[in-house]
């Protein structure tokens, strides 16, 4: 998991921790002196990661966890792109929005509860072919729909060119 602390995303990852699943979270606050949470199969790097670093983790990654932040009642967030674009497999909180871009169990995974985050874990986990499978159809989904930044921000400055003219 990459990304920032909030109470529920670490019920969740400590719930994984205590059902045998080894987790590597890197971000800001989530050491275990601010979360309250120490388990020894949370291995917290408790550092920021960008760039290369970003995408080397993220495709090295048998899976990488996708949380919705609950405070801006987000329906998608950056990572939504970034995982599949990295060639990693994403597991994301279930929404509408996520799964009309990825579609379910082709180009990503999704999950509603501890329960089902801990079996798709699991399950893919010990599946590699096909885990390996819907991350490359993601990361090929993100290259036919030019989702990287450089095609986001042409469209936007020559958005921005025509209302201009």
């Known amino acids: 998991?990459?990304?920032t602390y909030e109470k529920i995303r670490s019920e969740y990852l400590l719930f994984l921790a205590e059902n045998g699943i080894?987790?590597?979270?890197f971000g800001w606050a989530h050491d275990?002196?601010?979360?309250?949470i120490n388990h020894p199969n949370i291995l917290n790097f408790n550092r920021h990661v960008f760039l290369?670093?970003?995408?080397?983790?993220?495709?090295?990654?048998?899976?990488?966890i996708n949380f919705l932040r609950k405070s801006n009642k987000d329906t998608e967030t950056t990572r939504t792109v970034e995982i599949p674009a990295c060639g990693g497999f994403m597991l994301a909180e279930r929404s509408r929005e996520?799964?009309?871009?990825?579609?379910?169990?082709?180009?990503?995974?999704?999950?509603?509860?501890?329960?089902?985050?801990?079996?798709?874990?699991?399950?893919?986990?010990?599946h590699p072919g096909e885990r390996n499978m819907i991350a490359l159809?993601?990361?090929?989904?993100?290259?036919?729909?030019?989702?990287?930044?450089?095609?986001?921000?042409?469209?936007?400055?020559?958005?921005l060119k025509i209302q201009n003219d």
């Open 1 to 3: 998991f990459i990304g």
């Open 22 to 25: 080894k987790i590597n979270v």
């Open 32 to 36: 275990s002196k601010k979360t309250g």
């Open 52 to 64: 290369d670093d970003f995408s080397r983790i993220i495709s090295s990654s048998k899976i990488s």
């Open 98 to 126: 996520q799964q009309e871009l990825f579609e379910e169990a082709r180009e990503a995974e999704y999950f509603d509860s501890k329960e089902e985050l801990l079996e798709k874990v699991k399950y893919y986990t010990s």
């Open 137 to 159: 159809n993601g990361r090929i989904k993100c290259l036919l729909l030019k989702l990287d930044y450089g095609s986001q921000l042409s469209k936007i400055i020559n958005y």
